[in-house]
């Protein structure tokens, strides 16, 4: 949930942390901090609200560009509100040690009375000023920041990622993780600790994955690798990684998440290339030649990734006749589910950390079931715990509103339909065809389409604005592209939205339409096309408004018809999909919202 930056190395360290800092601000925005060491001396500067602050505050500092070392963090708050005095880093009763921390010492109260016994005091609440005081406990007892690290993090009950300094060893930073994501980079005369590439990119690209239980201990030149438990030596391989600073900008969009819905025809190119052969008519995914079809899929995931997860069930069921269930994670993970032992578990997540997910992915193999990971980042927990992965390629998503991360599961989610659909016999080779046809011109006509699809947005921004409310209303498979319609809209522009299949609407929902609750119907031209246009009555009849995401020749007599490019069967989607994104951003952006940094969100949820 929080952003976290470590460094040591021959470049003055506050602009460094500063910058990086900039670059992890999607990860936590209530708060921000720093430490480094200056003339034998700990400084820390902190502030409540954004980076930004933390960037005046450091004005009043003077000096600051002799500091060598140094550890940053930006946070989203879970245990004290966000202000100053909750801000990390937190520093121990005497001041000589300075910690930022990602996740939740569950124990933290229980080891703050044990603590406060022994004379040690607390300015704030949170857990992490327990955390540090209890390192420097240790430190008392064993006279050596890894033996105290050791202990201490074997005592902490919860999830950390934590990056520590000690007045009194300059130069050297450590850092440890257990199920909240924290990467090593190995520079040139420097080394970087972080919760996320981006934040170190403009150095280096050369990293290594910190697993669950690892602690580093790093210097400008050196760097080793331990176990926390025992601190035994533990050897890692260095990763390179392929994409560039430029990736993780803006590229001239006012927003990241504008920038990362038109980059969606090149994530839909970039997740085919090698996967998807149109003359020869083939699907490759050789990260499933060892892995049989399944006799049952159960897919688990969270928020949008749990959308992507349940129109994957509608294609897959359809093409491969395969029974699938989706379970948002943070309820497969508490339940006792059934699974068989040819079944597999479909663990669905962008990042790679979110915990829910990541728990569910562990009840799963307790069970005997295997795990396929599907997920964007490298290297990500989920990754390295699944029996096997599959990347989705889309590169860096900055803003908190996933947008082509969605895109690349539904293209993936699509090529194991076809995949499984067609190693079963169950997929008729013409659908396969259109299917393989519709994916290899989709690129294009989604950017021949986006253009003109947000300026329909604008329009209808500006006249929905005054909208408190929105029902969102789909059939099939786009039952859950009005799900994620609703979420988008109501997390960056704060409208609250509900999204329900069409044919629900009777049951409850009715009873809202009036002429200030408008509707966002999904109506393409398809089968369930009658069936749509019929639940849109029952909206008018009541006096509401309707916006209908539709195709030309459908004819449907709505306030505001949308009309979109009409491509094969679900492919569809594809097209819809960021027209419900734009629809959300143009609103979100006209209300003055903060559209990359909704409130109260981040963009990796490592925390129950």
Not at 172 to 187: D, E, T, Y
Not at 314 to 340: C, K, M, N, Q, T
Not at 481 to 488: I, Q, V
């Amino acid at each position: 949930m929080c952003g976290i930056i470590g460094y040591s190395g021959h470049r003055p360290a506050v602009p460094v942390c500063m910058e990086g800092l900039k670059r992890l601000e999607y990860r936590g925005y209530d708060s921000a901090g720093l430490a480094f060491v200056q003339g034998r001396e700990l400084h820390v500067v902190k502030t409540a609200g954004r980076v930004a602050d933390l960037d005046k505050a450091l004005l009043a500092e003077g000096n600051v560009l002799s500091a060598t070392t140094a550890i940053a963090h930006t946070r989203w708050a879970t245990h004290g509100v966000p202000n100053t005095v909750n801000a990390h880093p937190h520093l121990d009763t005497g001041g000589k040690i300075a910690l930022n921390h990602n996740g939740i010492m569950e124990n933290f109260q229980a080891v703050r009375e044990e603590l406060r016994g022994l004379g040690y005091t607390f300015v704030s609440e949170t857990d992490t000023e327990v955390l540090v005081n209890l390192i420097s406990h240790g430190l008392d007892q064993t006279g050596s920041m890894l033996k105290a690290l050791s202990y201490a993090l074997s005592r902490a009950e919860g999830t950390y990622a934590v990056v520590v300094i000690h007045r009194d060893h300059p130069g050297l930073v450590w850092g440890a993780r257990k199920a909240s994501p924290l990467v090593f980079g190995l520079g040139t005369g420097e080394n970087f600790l972080a919760s996320d590439v981006p934040a170190f990119l403009p150095y280096t690209k050369r990293v290594v994955f910190l697993d669950d239980g690892e602690l580093v201990q790093m210097n400008a030149s050196s760097y080793k690798i331990m176990r926390v438990s025992d601190l035994s030596s533990v050897d890692k391989p260095l990763q390179t990684i392929a994409w560039d600073l430029q990736s993780a900008q803006k590229g001239g969009n006012k927003h990241f998440m504008l920038k990362e819905i038109f980059e969606q025809p090149r994530v839909i190119t970039d997740c085919l290339t090698g996967r998807l052969d149109r003359a020869a008519g083939t699907i490759r995914l050789p990260e499933l030649d060892t892995l049989p079809v399944p006799e049952r899929l159960h897919i688990v995931a969270c928020g949008t990734s749990s959308h992507a997860g349940l129109w994957g069930k509608y294609l897959i069921e359809s093409w491969a006749r395969l029974p699938v269930s989706v379970d948002i994670a943070s309820e497969f993970r508490y339940r006792d589910p059934i699974i068989g032992k040819n079944d597999l578990v479909l663990a669905l997540s962008q990042s790679g950390e979110t915990l829910d997910t990541l728990e569910g992915l562990r009840v799963a193999r307790e069970k005997g079931a295997t795990v396929l990971g599907l997920c964007n980042v490298l290297g990500s927990t989920i990754a390295r715990e699944a029996d096997h992965v599959i990347y989705t390629q889309a590169g860096p998503e900055i803003s908190v509103a996933s947008t082509k991360a969605m895109c690349s599961q539904l293209v993936l989610l699509t090529l194991l339909a076809l995949s499984w659909g067609r190693a079963k016999g169950t997929l008729a080779e013409d659908t396969a065809s259109r299917a393989i046809a519709g994916l290899t011109e989709l690129p294009k006509v989604l950017e021949e389409a986006l253009p003109a699809m947000r300026r329909t947005a604008l329009d209808l921004s500006r006249r929905y604005a005054e909208a408190a409310s929105f029902l969102y209303l789909g059939r099939g498979p786009y039952f859950p592209l009005a799900l994620e319609g609703a979420l988008k809209l109501k997390e960056i522009s704060y409208i609250h939205a509900e999204g329900f299949a069409a044919g629900e609407m009777k049951h409850g929902p009715i009873a809202l339409i009036d002429p200030k609750f408008p509707t966002f119907a999904l109506a393409p031209d398809d089968g369930l096309l009658p069936k749509v246009k019929s639940n849109l009555l029952e909206v008018q009849a009541r006096g509401g408004r309707i916006i209908a995401l539709t195709h030309e020749g459908t004819d449907l007599h709505v306030d505001h018809p949308w009309y979109v490019p009409k491509i094969w069967g679900p492919l569809n989607t594809f097209v819809m999909l960021p027209a419900l994104q734009l629809f959300a951003y143009e609103m979100a952006d006209y209300l003055g919202k903060d559209v990359d940094q909704p409130r109260n969100l981040a963009k990796s949820v490592t925390v129950e």
